[in-house]
């Protein structure tokens, strides 16, 4: 086991990944020379050489279509799109040929394209540099998406993605780039919790609480902080939001019957409406009460020294808690 | 063979065409594609290719007859048995009359059919049932070992508002049996719940046991010995030993006994049968006893009274809710008689019988199950004579009668058959003394054994 | 207004009419760029071509009264396209792999397409027909210009393969001016990928002349991004020939990517479902009839008396058998089962698709027995 931050250890998983399978290609804006502006694949340059890490021309449909093109050529392109406000050039390419090349062909052509995109807010960045666009993608059919929330996380579900015969858009947490943890180099990914799994991150009986991203680390703050007032808050990581794992969460709701969604992503049809839906219908009587998500307002991203007050923190998380234990709360005389 | 040309949509978003001009007339030999008219639509004038190779057996319309797309154009004298007789304007579907005027893009969308909306019939098939079934991840997302999916707890499944409701009435989910489909607590169950075992709410809770009811669930015979047989604690059984055991060790209670010669009062019910006037009324020893115990409960009224221990008071009650414990198919239930001292003999029998047969039925409503101050227990139904009962939590007294034997007694200095029954009288020592509850006893022995003496009590 | 070019081809910058071997009226002519590229193309080469031509414009016309008589939902007519189709494509080699558009039919045919592939797709009953890794061929692209970069990153992976195949995009003059085109011209000039970029300027995009996307000759674009080009005249099968030749030996020789502006006309409307009496005249069309690329060919080989009335009819009898079987395929094609519109969303297995898979298939099951299968 080492320590490494996130950044760190995606860097090893494009590194181990690149070393297993020489299809693998490394492509996007100064992820060559520069190593990313992230630094994440700093040293892949060097070690597998420019007809393999390639620096793009800025052009984000660009760099995703020519890397349709290399998958048509039996490549497995791995995409860095510079900045989630970025992917939106990309779009099209992302959801009209990436997604859907499979299933026009019946699957006669393949797309084991990675995309991976440095994500969400939280780092005092400038606009469009925190965006969180991830039910756009979720509600593509044809894509798998992923958010990782550590670094061992981060290493084996990056080498998944990239060993995966579907497209992946592959969300890391800018915000904990540079956050350290445990990461196991070894580990074989067939023998890892596949890319599909969530994860109980910490057990509990009262509320269950379904996130993913960094938001995870907010999730676990406010469990600890509810401990003091003697309420138990089971915190589920979704790590794969296309497929949800809905065993792992259905099991956790039909233990606690109370349900918080929390992400930073809008909520007007943010992936927690969809995750409420599906733990209502299949947990319905279950429930003691009403699920609840704690999530960005429906605004455009905020400006930098105001972002606290767009993101769901520990305060607004329990502020729910509270609401679905019946307790007072910030809304108990408001209509939802 | 025939075939026909129904008039296609011709890619011009317009439901009808105008026959401009006919470039062939019936007995013409066409080839394949060969330009069989021209069809004026709002925007274009349009060729049409023939889709067949045949001679023209007829022309449907005219030239300057405007013609609605799927309507017959022309038909063909063809050779061989399968012309393929392309049916324009449809990719097969089953509707006839579903034609799709396109668009720019394509077939364009379906219009609306003719008639009133139907479902299509289900063929007697029973609708799925609703899919809540989480699906087993799949090999590429296996699930990890180690993780056991059956040893976790599970809470009770309900609805909503029928959570709401339990909540309201203070019964707890664990403890009700479920009726719906999939193991899902119904509306029904939980009044049906806090009908036969009364709600904490009004301090009513589940009688005291002595004939044990069938049990709740059928017991289920497990892989292990076979001479144990293991039946699930749940349900009506499980929440009457839970107010039995609260019952039990809240209340000291304390049981006295008196045994008392009944014939006279078996004597007045007879006559009470012969009487025309009480016909349909049927006036059993219960209504008698349940008459004494009212008579006698008015001289002793800590038995008619409720320890609270959260206001640190004792609540003495002016009336009497005379609580009958009833055994059902569910097992124990207590409804009670409101006011019961109000009651004469005849409106107490009444009220008995009314009371038995709801309870039998299953249908004691929540307002009889709850608010009872004292009760009466019938073991002599069973054939015992006496028992120590359990107290109805949140009273003080209950009385248990035994079964009425012809037995030697004392009668008049000699010994004689006489009716005699047993009264167990059990009664919490914190709202009376033994000198209280023996004194009460004796009151309603005396009127069992004279019931004239009922005269004497009010 | 003067234009300067900036790479070293400049041979293949001019900008006046477009290079031209055969005229109109079936005469050969000469132009010092393109004839050493066609200097072996003898009289069977030339018969081929035509033989290719008039199975190309009777597939489309086939394609037409299909759907004219309902058959197919949808026909993209590429009438009047047929040089540029069939003659680029015959210039490549089958290792080559071609990034067609929806209306390169005669693309489809040269590569081998069977008779079902044209109807199929456009009937409704599938979304592609063949497989691309047989044909090297895409499937045929809807999204404007999209095709243009997996074209270019198809060169990317030649390039790291160390091949020597070539990637070929077709488009047509609207494409110009979507973003991905424009893109692709970048990428491939930066990676000097071997790409030949086949733009067919058939005037109009549907209703749009070629105006409002080019101010300046389409070709001359390409040049700006460090990309040689050549503007040919579409409807010559022989200059196409030759100008693919030149663009194919040049990528392929690794000396990057290729522009050809192929000017040709859309004789027919934009698909089935357009009117363009709407919005051109009658004359051009005319003017345009007058250069069709099947009647120049047609005279030149008649004046070498290599085209006798014979060839024709078995030309055509040719192309009646291709396009019996098309009109077979699409009148006897078989729909889908209902579950079938959830295959193949994704390579590996998907829980919630495999769940609504389940729902649905039990949904359906409910019908009963005397219900058809849903439709």
Known sequence: ?336 | MIAQFRLPDLGEGLPEAEIVHWHVAPGDTVALNQTIAEVETAKAIVELPSPFAGVVSELTHAAGDVVAVGELLISFEVDGEDPATPEPGRARDADEDEVQTPNLVGYGAAPRSAGRPQRRSRGGRRAPAGDTAVLDAAPHDAIAPGIADDVRYERPRSTPPVRKLAKDLGVDLALVEASGVEGVITRADVEGYAARVGSPRAAADPGPGIAPAAPATAPRAEGGNPRETRIPIRGVRKATAAAMVRSAFTAPHVTTFLTVDVTETMELIESFRSDRRLEGHRIGVLAVVAKAVCLALSRHPELNSRWEEASGEIVQFGYVNLGIAAATDRGLVVPNIKGADALDLVGLADALTELARVAREGRSGLDQLTGGTFSITNFGVFGVDAGTPILNPGEAGILGIGAVRRQPWEHEGAVALRDVMTLSLSFDHRLADGEQGSRFLRDVADVLRQPGRAMLLR | MTYTPTTDSDRFTELGEPAQLLTPAGERRHDPRLDEWVADVDLATLRGLYRDMALARRVDAEGVALQRQGQLGLWAPAQGQEAVQIATARACRTDDFLFPSYRELGVLLVRGAAPADLVLSWRGEVLSTYDPAELHVASPQIIIGAQSLHAVGYAMGIQRDGGDQVAVAYFGDGATSQGDVNEAMVFASSFSSPVVFVCSNNQWAISEPVTVQAKYPIAGRAPGFGIPSLRVDGNDVLACTAAMRWALDHARSGEGPVFLEAVTYRMGPHTTSDDPTRYRAADELERWRARDPLTRLEALLRAEDAFDDAFLAEVEQDALAFTSRMRAAAIHAVAGEPLSVLDGVYAEPHTGLDEQRGRFAAYLDGFGDDEEDGR
């Open chain 1, 1 to 336: 086991m080492t320590q490494l931050t996130m950044g760190k250890a995606l860097g090893a998983g494009l590194q181990r990944a690149m070393a297993d399978d020489d299809r693998v290609l490394v492509m996007g804006e100064d992820i060559g020379k520069l190593g990313g502006v992230f630094r994440i694949t700093d040293g892949l340059l060097d070690e597998f050489g420019g007809a393999r890490v390639i620096d793009t021309p800025l052009a984000e449909s660009g760099i995703v279509g020519t890397a349709v093109g290399l998958a048509f050529r039996g490549f497995r392109p791995v995409v860095e799109i510079q900045f989630d406000g970025f992917v939106y050039p990309a779009f099209d390419q992302i959801v009209c040929q990436v997604a859907k090349l499979h299933y026009r062909t019946a699957g006669k052509v393949r797309m084991p394209i990675t995309i991976r995109i440095p994500w969400a807010g939280g780092v005092g960045a400038a606009e469009h540099h925190s965006e969180s666009p991830e039910a756009y993608f979720v509600h593509t059919a044809g894509l798998r998406v992923v958010a990782v929330s550590n670094p061992q996380d981060a290493y084996t579900m990056l080498r998944q993605a990239i060993a995966s015969d579907d497209p992946v858009v592959f969300f890391e947490p800018k915000r904990l780039y540079h956050t350290k943890g445990e990461v196991d180099l070894d580990a074989h990914i067939s023998d890892a919790p596949p890319m599909g799994l969530a994860r109980v991150v910490r057990e509990g009986s009262d509320v269950t609480l379904l996130t993913y991203g960094a938001q995870v680390t907010t999730a676990l703050d406010a469990a600890t902080a509810a401990e003091d007032e003697g309420i138990s808050i089971e915190v589920v990581d979704l790590r794969s939001l296309s497929p949800v794992d809905y065993r792992t969460v259905t099991a956790s709701v039909r233990k606690t019957g109370r349900v918080v969604v929390t992400h930073e992503a809008a909520r007007e049809a943010g992936v927690g409406a969809e995750l409420i839906a599906s733990v209502t219908e299949k947990c319905f009587h279950y429930l003691e009460s009403a699920p609840v998500r704690v999530t960005g307002h429906d605004i455009p991203y905020p400006p930098a020294k105001l972002e606290k007050h767009h993101l769901p923190d520990l305060d607004r998380i329990l502020d729910a808690v509270d609401r679905v234990l019946d307790r007072p709360n910030s809304l108990s005389e408001v209509a939802p």
